[in-house]
């Protein structure tokens, strides 16, 4: 039976399809690959060159690892199955973004978006999903509008660096952003498990990475404690418990004073800074006032701001965007507090890729 058409997760929760008892070799750790190709018989600098062809070569099938005998890959064809995404949809913004939609094996979708660098050079940042939907419920967010569908496995959350990186071509992603569709650390293990595999294996520097929080204080402290110790940042988007709680329903259960806690005491590497982000939505939490609010929030902080101007999504809340005056006000205020402040341009709106945009859906 094709692997394609198998529609439990749980299926897949031991690493094998349980129909064809074939093993998903990108489910497996380094340690568990390495057992893996042993047990059939093979020397270990096999799994070094499986890896290698997995994970750098990007090899969506034993065919193309040419370098490995005929009966070996024949072995393995019997025994393995290498998980990949297909490629529903692609659609590409006049600034060069380009969203894709990538069809999971039981039939859901997720989205991952790659924005340029610079304006025409093929250097990318990638912004991943860790997620189907999201369980949080912010008010701006579109993902957030669609309910929690389910958690992704670790291979899943790979796997949309591996297709990206064949989709691009001769393009180079530079940086991994968790900050498509879903709350990272609500998906703890298997986040941890993919950041594992796209550092160890693909080899992305853990300072080229970032995982982006609204703000769960048990997984800030989790994440502190067990790492790995990529980029931080945390969705701050109010400056009071009262505005924040109402855009963002987890404010209740940790609100700012907690929050802030637990990143004031995050281990952070030596020069590394927390990135705050920060949406500007007109006259919700767009002062002069809520700006001096955040840089007493961030006193004592090693912090840098992401100023986001609000991305309107078709939605019936009734939000609206900050004027550019009050979004350059806001910036001006917190920069001279002596914190970095950057207005993120939001690239990609026009094929509905810019952030808070994602929602994945094939009809
Ligand atoms: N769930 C995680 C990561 C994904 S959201 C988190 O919330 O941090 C990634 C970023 O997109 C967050 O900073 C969020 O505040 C922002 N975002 C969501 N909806 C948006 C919108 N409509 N306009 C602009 N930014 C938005
Ligand atoms: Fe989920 Fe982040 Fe969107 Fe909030 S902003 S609903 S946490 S994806």
Redesign the pocket.
């Known amino acids: 039976m094709p692997v394609g058409f198998i529609y439990s997760n749980e299926t897949y929760a031991l690493g094998y399809n349980i129909y064809s008892m074939k093993t998903n070799l990108r489910s497996l750790s380094k340690t568990e690959l390495i057992q893996f190709i042993e047990q059939m018989g093979q020397k270990p600098y096999r799994a070094k060159q499986i890896i290698n062809w997995l994970y750098k070569r990007l090899a969506n099938s034993f065919d193309e690892m040419t370098d490995l005998s005929k009966e070996f890959r024949a072995d393995l064809e019997k025994k393995a199955y290498i998980s990949n995404l297909t490629l529903l949809q692609k659609q590409v913004s006049r600034d060069g973004t380009e969203k894709f939609l990538f069809g999971l094996e039981d039939g859901e979708s997720i989205e991952s978006v790659v924005i340029p660098n610079t304006k025409g050079e093929a250097s990318y940042s990638l ?1 991943i ?3 189907v939907g ?1 369980a ?1 419920k ?1 008010l ?5 509008g669609l309910g929690l569908k389910r958690n992704l496995r670790s291979y899943e959350i790979v796997n949309q660096v591996i297709s990206s990186k064949r989709l691009i071509g001769k393009g180079e992603i530079t940086n991994i ?8 650390f609500n998906n703890f293990k298997e986040v941890r498990d993919a950041l594992m595999k796209i550092t160890e294996l693909i080899g992305y520097s853990k300072r080229k990475i970032t ?5 769960i204080v048990p997984g800030i402290k989790k994440f502190g404690d067990e790492g790995p110790d990529v980029n931080l ?5 109010a400056s009071t418990d009262e505005s924040r709680t109402m855009i ?1 329903p987890i404010n209740k259960k940790y609100p700012l004073e907690n929050l802030m806690k637990a990143c004031r005491e995050f281990p952070l590497a030596p020069r590394r800074r927390i990135t705050f ?5 007109g006259d919700i939490n767009d002062s002069s006032e809520d700006a001096r609010r955040v840089t007493s929030l961030l006193k004592d902080i090693r912090a840098k701001v ?1 100023l ?6 078709g ?1 019936s809340t009734g ?1 609206k965007k900050s004027s550019e005056g009050r979004v350059l006000k806001f910036q001006d205020i917190i920069n001279k507090a002596g914190i970095t402040t950057m207005i993120r341009k ?1 690239k990609g709106s026009d094929i509905s890729a ?5 929602k994945a859906g094939y009809k």
């Open positions: 912004c999903s860790s997620q999201c949080m912010c701006f967010c579109r993902t957030g952003v968790f900050m498509g569709m879903g709350e990272p995982v982006s929080t609204s703000g940042a945390i969705s701050l988007n963002m982000e920060y949406v500007l939505i992401n986001i101007p609000f991305n309107p999504v939605s939000l939001s810019a952030c808070g945009q994602l």
